[in-house]
């Protein structure tokens, strides 16, 4: 019985390591970098949204409407000159994020898809590598914004984050709450691993677009 219980709790402490290892690291890499109102944000030139689920592909769910209303604020308030809208085309995220953003406003030469944002860590390890950014404002959800903060400073980009805190906080937000434990230990994975994100030959658009504030 003796045996049994110690390898209960050599398990427990296992676990323990592994699920809280990555949420101490994700903590200590955001520290001081994150926030949830635009008006607290610092500038940064470039604001990097990440994508989410789309209404069959035409228009925002209110996730990422969400988001790309935040960035808009960024936007509005001067602390943002160029927007990377990162997502998946299996659901038409980029597509979407712009067209939403050039309703409101923003003009299209401000705006950069990158269609190849399937997750977190391919949304900055493409923002740094492929469009060649070294500094940026990440925009999610305020759950989601710690573990993308820590990716981007992980693979080499200077990332703060601003999340959406307004959206209801229903059983939905609680289960993508708790399903970032395990995302912290997928990013650790990846990032040691070098996940493919597929090309990452530079591509020039978001530098074009910069240079049309200079």
């Known amino acids: 019985m003796r045996i049994l219980w110690r390898l ?3 398990l427990v402490l296992l676990a ?9 690291l994700v903590q200590f890499l955001t520290l001081g970098r994150t926030w949830t109102s635009a008006d607290e944000a610092p500038a940064r ?6 994508g989410a689920a789309t ?5 925002p769910s209110p996730y990422l409407q969400a988001r790309l209303d935040l960035a808009l604020e960024l936007w509005r308030q001067g602390k943002v000159k ?9 659901d038409n995220e980029p597509a979407v994020m712009q067209e939403y953003l050039i309703e409101n406003g923003v003009d299209a030469a401000d705006i950069v898809q990158d269609t190849g944002g399937n997750d977190s860590y391919s949304s900055c390890i493409r923002a740094g590598e492929r469009f060649g950014v070294s500094a940026l404002t990440v925009v999610t959800q305020s759950y989601h914004v710690p573990r993308t903060v820590a990716t981007c400073r ?10 959406d805190d307004e ?9 993508y709450e708790r399903r970032e434990l395990i995302a912290n230990i997928k990013m650790i994975v990846d990032v040691v691993m070098k996940t493919d994100v597929g ?13 049309r504030h200079r």
């Open 82 to 90: 160029v927007f990377i809208v990162s997502g998946s085309t299996s």
């Open 8 to 10: 209960l709790l050599a």
């Open 199 to 211: 090309t990452l030959i530079y591509d020039p658009a978001v530098d074009e677009a910069l240079a």
């Open 167 to 175: 959206t209801p906080k229903n059983a939905t937000w609680r289960s």
């Open 154 to 163: 992980m693979v080499g980009v200077d990332a703060i984050g601003v999340g």
């Open 16 to 24: 323990a390591l592994v699920v809280g290892g990555p949420w101490l």
């Open 45 to 50: 030139d470039v604001v990097l949204v990440m």
């Open 55 to 59: 209404r069959n592909g035409l228009s």
